[in-house]
């Protein structure tokens, strides 16, 4: 399934759309002693991290002086990069392995760590498979091809800023992902149209027998992704890089390779690459806009979601759309710290009042108050149709699961109002532009203005408002395992404000 290289490109790229790249992380929250009496000496900018570890144990209440320092150090840590990965690519072609290796060489999984899951995947014949139980930590993640991977894929490119494309360069593996029905061709779709900006491609197993760091291999592979990640809408030139490396032995990843393993290589590592990676920011006081992806109670309600935009902090009074239901903000969490605010980009935990957790869904989104997210059952969307099942004409009537940020609804295609021609399109004067008859259907490859529709209230805006609230894909119906990408689209048009339908 190739397509045109414009086709895509004309509505996928959103170069400019704002992603993050700093985080507005906040240490946690500073308690002190009840009285001034038993406060603590004002503590050097060096010392406050420490003062508010031993303080916080002892739940006491913050005092002036400590609550200055600790801004002090907020502020500090406003410049402290925040950047959200996810990882996606074929079955079997190395995503846990690569993660588990890049946890395990930046120091968060020690040496005892690792030799219990050497013992755990030796038991079980898959010696090579160690470093992967690091990131699969139950049976059915450890199943080669898990069922729930693509459905889970699709939430976690949601909420990522990059993407690390895992290639196995193994003889015969990089054929099966990314021929017709391999997860290749489909996961690098779903991650454009989730909003991954950047890509990088790791061309893994680099050290198989099969390949043996072999340049013709490496340039093989290469070859045939650039133009696929070009008709899928990425700049290659911008916004992709390629690297070879071993996610089972690490090669390549903290260090640079040595002439001595692979002598034509002489680009970066992959930590290298993730540290120089450069992405547009959100804007911070813009609405708020955070998609609910999960929720559950601890002492209150608590929902976990990506900031898209604008800023929270506690004490705020919001809504959680499409409920219209008004919440005031009474604590924010950030890698398991209690902060103060949270900003664009950052995935939070937020503790409401004013809502019980059974009245919450995946898919609402916490916004504004004075300007909140449009709650909708119809839309106006331009469709790319990318490969229909059985030869299958795309026409009213069609139905499909709806993925729109942290949305899963079944939807149905009401109205056919216009295919488009994307050539004609940027040679056609606007002015000269005659009015079209609807299509009665449309094939593969076709690009198409239709009306959707869902049974539900769902929260939306339309892509050239809100790119990140308003490119979605839709996928067959049936199992979610068994569901396939037919078509990647962004919303055109909203009913008016306040109003479900047109």
């Known amino acids: 399934m190739e397509h045109d290289a414009h086709t895509v490109d004309d509505w996928a790229r959103d170069d400019a759309e704002p992603m993050p790249v700093e985080s507005a992380a906040a240490p946690a929250e500073v308690d002190a002693a009840d009285s001034a009496a038993d406060a603590p000496p004002e503590p050097t900018a060096e010392g406050v991290k420490e003062i508010q570890s031993s303080l916080q144990s002892l739940e006491l209440k913050a005092n002036v002086t400590a609550q200055e320092d600790a801004q002090e150090v907020e502020d500090e840590e406003e410049t402290k990069r925040h950047l959200n990965v996810v990882f996606i690519g074929h079955v079997d072609a190395g995503k846990s392995t690569a993660g588990g290796q890049i946890l395990f060489l930046s120091g968060q999984v020690d040496d005892r760590t690792i030799q219990k899951y050497e013992k755990e995947a030796k038991d079980k014949s898959r010696e090579s498979w160690y470093m992967a139980y690091i990131m699969d930590t139950n049976e059915e993640e450890r199943v080669k091809g898990h069922k729930s991977y693509v459905p889970n894929m699709i939430s976690g490119a949601s909420q990522a800023d990059i993407g690390v494309l895992v290639i196995s360069a193994r003889k015969g593996e990089f054929e099966t992902g990314y021929e017709k029905g391999g997860q290749t061709r489909e996961h690098v779709l779903l991650a454009k149209t989730l909003g991954v900006a950047k890509l990088v491609v790791v061309i893994n197993k680099m050290d198989d027998p099969t390949v043996k760091w072999s340049k013709e291999r490496y340039d093989e592979i290469e070859g045939k992704m650039l133009p696929f990640l070009k008709s899928s809408g990425y700049n290659v030139k911008k916004d992709v890089q390629f690297l070879p490396i071993s996610g089972l032995l690490g090669t390549n990843m903290k260090t640079r390779l040595d002439k001595s393993i692979c002598s034509w290589w002489d680009g970066p590592c992959l930590f290298e690459v993730l540290d120089h990676i450069e992405v547009p920011l959100r804007d911070p006081k813009g609405p708020v806009r955070m998609p609910i992806i999960d929720k559950y109670k601890d002492m209150g309600t608590v929902v976990m979601g990506k900031m898209e935009s604008g800023t929270i902090r506690e004490g705020d009074s919001l809504l959680v759309m499409p409920n219209k239901t008004h919440v005031k903000v009474i604590?924010?969490?950030?890698?398991?710290?209690?902060?103060?605010?949270?900003?664009?980009?950052?995935?939070?935990?937020?503790?409401?009042?004013?809502?019980?957790?059974?009245?919450?869904?995946?898919?609402?989104?916490?916004?504004?108050?004075?300007?909140?997210?449009?709650?909708?059952?119809?839309?106006?969307?331009?469709?790319?149709?990318?490969?229909?099942?059985?030869?299958?004409?795309?026409?009213?009537?069609?139905?499909?699961?709806?993925?729109?940020?942290?949305?899963?609804?079944?939807?149905?295609?009401?109205?056919?109002?216009?295919?488009?021609?994307?050539?004609?399109?940027?040679?056609?004067?606007?002015?000269?532009?005659?009015?079209?008859?609807?299509?009665?259907?449309?094939?593969?490859?076709?690009?198409?203005?239709?009306?959707?529709?869902?049974?539900?209230?769902?929260?939306?805006?339309?892509?050239?408002?809100?790119?990140?609230?308003?490119?979605?894909?839709?996928?067959?119906?049936?199992?979610?395992?068994?569901?396939?990408?037919?078509?990647?689209?962004?919303?055109?048009?909203?009913?008016?404000?306040?109003?479900?339908?047109?």
Request: proline share 5%; with cysteine; glycine share 6%.
């Open 331 to 502: 604590g924010i969490s950030l890698d398991e710290s209690k902060v103060r605010r949270a900003g664009p980009a950052e995935n939070v935990r937020v503790k409401l009042s004013g809502i019980e957790e059974e009245d919450i869904m995946a898919g609402f989104v916490l916004s504004s108050v004075a300007n909140p997210v449009g709650a909708v059952t119809e839309f106006n969307a331009q469709l790319q149709i990318l490969e229909l099942l059985d030869n299958a004409i795309f026409t009213a009537g069609y139905k499909a699961v709806l993925h729109i940020h942290s949305v899963v609804e079944e939807c149905e295609i009401v109205e056919l109002i216009e295919e488009i021609d994307m050539k004609k399109k940027k040679e056609a004067d606007p002015k000269k532009k005659k009015p079209k008859r609807k299509p009665l259907f449309v094939k593969n490859g076709a690009v198409v203005v239709c009306r959707i529709q869902v049974n539900n209230l769902i929260c939306i805006e339309k892509f050239s408002d809100f790119p990140q609230l308003g490119r979605f894909t839709l996928r067959t119906e049936g199992n979610a395992w068994k569901r396939k990408t037919v078509a990647v689209g962004k919303v055109v048009d909203v009913p008016p404000a306040g109003s479900p339908t047109f």
